[in-house]
C-alpha cells in the first residue's frame, strides 16, 4: 500500500489515501497498529486515513493512534492532512476536514506551515482529582479536565512548578496513573506544562494510545491553552508553546461580552518525511 509518512513538531503519522475504500473500517486498526510499529514497520505516533466527505467537508480524516485504537481527532495530525490535502488537489488553501469530534477548517500559511481551528472546548472542569496513589505520591493531587469537540478529546491539564520537572523519566509514573484514572473513564491525554515569566509556554504529553510521551500534542495544547485563558493567566491573543519536538503557536479568541473561548487556532509546520510504499 502507498503511504506518506509526515511529522508536525516531531508528532509523527502514517497516511493512507482510501478514499476507493479499498481498506474496510474493521481492517483498519490492524493496519495502524502494525505500520506504526517503530522498528518493526514504518513507525509512527498515529495512522491517518483520508476518506471521501460524509457531510459538507471536502474530505474526511480518520485517525488511529499507534495501538490500533480510534482517536476522535488529531491537532497536528489535522495540520499534516490539511497539507496533504492542499497538494493532492482534494481542497484549496482553506478547507473543511471531517472528523470524528466535529468538522476542522484549514489554512494554508506557507509551503510547509498550516493553521486549523481546534474543535471548541466542550468540557471544561477545574481542580479535579484523580483518583490515583501515584498522583498523591509524586505530589500531583489535582488536575484541570478539558475535552475540545463532539465526542470531545480528553486531556487532564497538570501544571509543574519548574520548567527542569519537565522530564519523562520523573513523571512517567504519575503519567501513567491519571492517564488511567477512573476519573476519566475514557482514558485521557496527560499535558504537563510550565508558564514561564516570558509568555511561552513549555509543554510534555503523554499520549493515550501512544501509551508514551510524545514530542508535541496539537489539541493538548489547545486544552493547556484553555485553561490558561480560564485561569486568567494568558489572555487574547497568540502564545508560543516550546514543546521537545519545537514550537506550536496557539491563538485564542474570546466573545468579549461573554468572555467565553470562542476559537483555537493551532499553527505550525506540516512536513512530508517520506514517500512509499508499506507491505501489509
Given at each position: 500500500?502507498?503511504?506518506?509518512?509526515?511529522?508536525?513538531?516531531?508528532?509523527?503519522?502514517?497516511?493512507?489515501?482510501?478514499?476507493?475504500?479499498?481498506?474496510?473500517?474493521?481492517?483498519?486498526?490492524?493496519?495502524?497498529?502494525?505500520?506504526?510499529?517503530?522498528?518493526?514497520?514504518?513507525?509512527?505516533?498515529?495512522?491517518?486515513?483520508?476518506?471521501?466527505?460524509?457531510?459538507?467537508?471536502?474530505?474526511?480524516?480518520?485517525?488511529?493512534?499507534?495501538?490500533?485504537?480510534?482517536?476522535?481527532?488529531?491537532?497536528?495530525?489535522?495540520?499534516?492532512?490539511?497539507?496533504?490535502?492542499?497538494?493532492?488537489?482534494?481542497?484549496?488553501?482553506?478547507?473543511?476536514?471531517?472528523?470524528?469530534?466535529?468538522?476542522?477548517?484549514?489554512?494554508?500559511?506557507?509551503?510547509?506551515?498550516?493553521?486549523?481551528?481546534?474543535?471548541?472546548?466542550?468540557?471544561?472542569?477545574?481542580?479535579?482529582?484523580?483518583?490515583?496513589?501515584?498522583?498523591?505520591?509524586?505530589?500531583?493531587?489535582?488536575?484541570?479536565?478539558v475535552e475540545l469537540g463532539n465526542p470531545g478529546i480528553p486531556h487532564a491539564v497538570v501544571e509543574v512548578p519548574g520548567r527542569e520537572m519537565l522530564a519523562p523519566e520523573s513523571l512517567r509514573k504519575t503519567a501513567e496513573a491519571i492517564r488511567h484514572s477512573p476519573a476519566f473513564p475514557r482514558g485521557?491525554?496527560?499535558?504537563?506544562?510550565?508558564?514561564?515569566?516570558?509568555?511561552?509556554?513549555?509543554?510534555?504529553?503523554?499520549?493515550?494510545?501512544?501509551?508514551?510521551?510524545?514530542?508535541?500534542?496539537?489539541?493538548?495544547?489547545?486544552?493547556?491553552?484553555?485553561?490558561?485563558?480560564?485561569?486568567?493567566?494568558?489572555?487574547?491573543?497568540?502564545?508560543?508553546?516550546?514543546?521537545?519536538?519545537?514550537?506550536?503557536?496557539?491563538?485564542?479568541?474570546?466573545?468579549?461580552?461573554?468572555?467565553?473561548?470562542?476559537?483555537?487556532?493551532?499553527?505550525?509546520?506540516?512536513?512530508?518525511?517520506?514517500?512509499?510504499?508499506?507491505?501489509?
Amino acid at each position: 500500500m502507498d503511504f506518506t509518512k509526515m511529522q508536525g513538531a516531531g508528532n509523527d503519522f502514517i497516511l493512507i489515501d482510501n478514499r476507493d475504500g479499498r481498506f474496510p473500517e474493521t481492517l483498519c486498526p490492524r493496519i495502524a497498529k502494525q505500520l506504526c510499529r517503530r522498528r518493526f514497520s514504518v513507525g509512527a505516533d498515529g495512522m491517518m486515513f483520508v476518506e471521501r466527505p460524509r457531510e459538507n467537508g471536502d474530505y474526511r480524516m480518520v485517525f488511529y493512534n499507534s495501538d490500533g485504537s480510534p482517536g476522535e481527532m488529531c491537532g497536528n495530525g489535522a495540520r499534516c492532512v490539511a497539507r496533504y490535502g492542499y497538494e493532492h488537489g482534494l481542497a484549496g488553501e482553506t478547507q473543511n476536514i471531517e472528523t470524528t469530534a466535529g468538522l476542522v477548517r484549514g489554512r494554508r500559511i506557507d509551503e510547509e506551515r498550516y493553521r486549523i481551528r481546534l474543535n471548541d472546548v466542550s468540557v471544561m472542569k477545574l481542580g479535579v482529582k484523580p483518583e490515583t496513589e501515584a498522583g498523591a505520591e509524586d505530589g500531583v493531587i489535582f488536575c484541570d479536565y478539558v475535552e475540545l469537540g463532539n465526542p470531545g478529546i480528553p486531556h487532564a491539564v497538570v501544571e509543574v512548578p519548574g520548567r527542569e520537572m519537565l522530564a519523562p523519566e520523573s513523571l512517567r509514573k504519575t503519567a501513567e496513573a491519571i492517564r488511567h484514572s477512573p476519573a476519566f473513564p475514557r482514558g485521557a491525554n496527560v499535558n504537563f506544562y510550565f508558564a514561564g515569566d516570558d509568555g511561552t509556554v513549555e509543554e510534555l504529553t503523554f499520549e493515550r494510545g501512544v501509551e508514551d510521551f510524545t514530542y508535541a500534542c496539537g489539541t493538548g495544547t489547545g486544552s493547556v491553552a484553555a485553561v490558561l485563558t480560564k485561569r486568567g493567566r494568558i489572555g487574547e491573543g497568540t502564545v508560543r508553546f516550546h514543546m521537545p519536538g519545537g514550537f506550536l503557536d496557539i491563538e485564542v479568541c474570546k466573545d468579549r461580552q461573554t468572555d467565553k473561548i470562542t476559537d483555537l487556532y493551532l499553527t505550525g509546520s506540516a512536513v512530508i518525511v517520506a514517500e512509499g510504499t508499506a507491505i501489509f
